[in-house]
């Protein structure tokens, strides 16, 4: 078993430098952009899911195949992703994941069956496995721990503004050329950012226009010499540490699929909303979802900068994240559809609120040069979670029609998570090879 550090707190954590400088915040405006086009590739083919339906005759088991396709992929590329972009470095090997999954988007465009939806999903899945598990390291390379929840619940909001542009972009991309066209013009965004990203991003001791006051802030709390130490497969798994993160995304993530891969459907199916119907709800959905990210980052930062411990500040926004969720019980009994958005944008935005404390977990628990293995291994567990609840939900709507149970189980999932990670993790101590 690994030694263990102290319970990390403020105490212990070395007073700020100077914090003069904004490149760091430059290089969260690129994981920004990164996330925003990952969810429009993402997204593309839930909203024109009712439309393929009608065309290729899928049934809701039918499509549940290719989310599931997609999940399988995601899961199993982050299996060795995480790991890969801790050898390669988080600017080749984001690089590299971002030119997979736009020549991937592209490729629906080319698909006409179940199953070449399927293998064009797998090929995203891989590619986009990279996404996180990239950004969250790179979070780590240029954020100090007091700045790192915000941060990532900054660059993670970049996925709300992906699924509320998408929905005003595709309708207008299907009616004016078809949705094969939709496919590839999102797709190709992921090319221009790959040209923006090569261009500005170094790691902080390599680029030229960090201010030596920038770059002593960055690093001000940082542990010494394991810093950059990565950890083997074998080792990672006998961290308590690990299977806190890991389960907390097991029993969370599969409900943000249920949103961005099922409410459309939700929406046409109670509602009668039709693709230009969608908008302004799934604006309203996703908007909330972007203020739960920055909101919940910036929750934990806050009290960490009032004196709370690390533990605390972190615990106390998982939990109320948690409890805001329960309330989409509601959504799916309602016959008023505004209050059925509104519930959902809640619950979007207290997941993403726990999400960017979950990922910020990696780095307050283990040096920079594991975080890309622990994220990639929570996100693989994650995505197991999603293939499962993906064939649920798609057997619950073919058999009853209703979203009762689905909402019930998303309600109930993140108080499971965090006692979870109250038992796995009740200090949140540094893991330590």
Not at 113 to 124: K, N, P, T, V
Not at 141 to 170: H, Y
Not at 374 to 380: E, L, Q, Y
Not at 408 to 430: D, E, H, N, T, W
Request: contains cysteine.
């Amino acid at each position: 078993m690994s030694n263990i550090e102290p319970i990390i707190s403020v105490a212990n954590i070395a007073p700020p430098a100077n914090p003069s400088g904004h490149r760091r915040w430059i290089v969260c405006g690129l994981l920004l952009f990164a996330a925003t086009v990952n969810y429009m590739d993402r997204q593309v083919i839930a909203l024109l899911k009712p439309i393929l339906q009608v065309q290729f005759g899928w049934n809701d088991v039918g499509y549940s195949n290719i989310v599931f396709a997609f999940q399988f992929a995601y899961a199993a590329g982050l299996l060795f992703v995480g790991k890969l972009i801790d050898r390669l470095g988080t600017r080749k090997g984001f690089s590299l994941s971002v030119f997979v999954w736009s020549i991937a988007a592209m490729a629906h465009a080319a698909a006409s069956s179940i199953l070449q939806f399927a293998a064009a999903r797998f090929s995203l899945g891989l590619g986009e496995s990279g996404s996180f598990p990239a950004s969250i390291k790179a979070v780590a390379e240029w954020f100090p721990k007091r700045e790192r929840a915000l941060a990532t619940g900054l660059f993670n909001s970049g996925t709300n503004i992906g699924a509320m542009v998408t929905p005003l972009v595709v309708p207008w991309l299907t009616y004016h050329f078809g949705w094969r066209m939709a496919f590839i013009a999102t797709g190709a965004l992921g090319f221009l950012w790959i040209l923006v990203w090569l261009l500005f991003y170094h790691r902080p001791e390599e680029d030229a226009k960090v201010s030596p006051a920038e770059l002593a802030y960055i690093r001000s709390d940082s542990p010494g010499p394991q810093e950059h130490e990565t950890i083997p497969w074998r080792t990672l798994f006998t961290h308590r540490q690990t299977w806190a993160i890991a389960s907390g995304k097991f029993f969370t993530d599969p409900i943000w699929w249920v949103y961005l891969f099922w409410m459309p459907d939700f929406l046409s199916r109670n509602f009668g909303l039709n693709l230009a119907g969608m908008r302004l709800p799934l604006f309203v959905i996703y908007s909330g979802a972007s203020i739960g990210s920055v909101s919940g980052g910036w929750l934990s930062s806050s009290l960490l900068k009032r004196g709370w411990t690390l533990n605390a500040s972190r615990k106390t926004a998982l939990f109320a994240c948690a409890l805001a969720v329960t309330p989409i019980i509601i959504a799916a009994r309602t016959t008023d559809p505004w209050l059925a958005i509104f519930l959902i944008a809640l619950a979007a935005g207290a997941h993403q609120g726990w999400s960017a404390n979950l990922y910020t977990l990696a780095s307050d628990m283990f040096p920079r040069g594991a975080v890309g293995s622990v994220v990639g291994f929570a996100s693989t567990v994650g995505a197991i979670g999603g293939m499962l609840v993906a064939k649920a939900v798609g057997y619950i709507l073919q058999r009853s029609g209703s979203y009762v149970a689905v909402f019930l189980l998303a309600g109930s999932a993140y108080l499971v998570a965090f006692c979870f990670i109250q038992v796995l993790a009740p200090r949140m101590k540094l893991a330590r090879v």
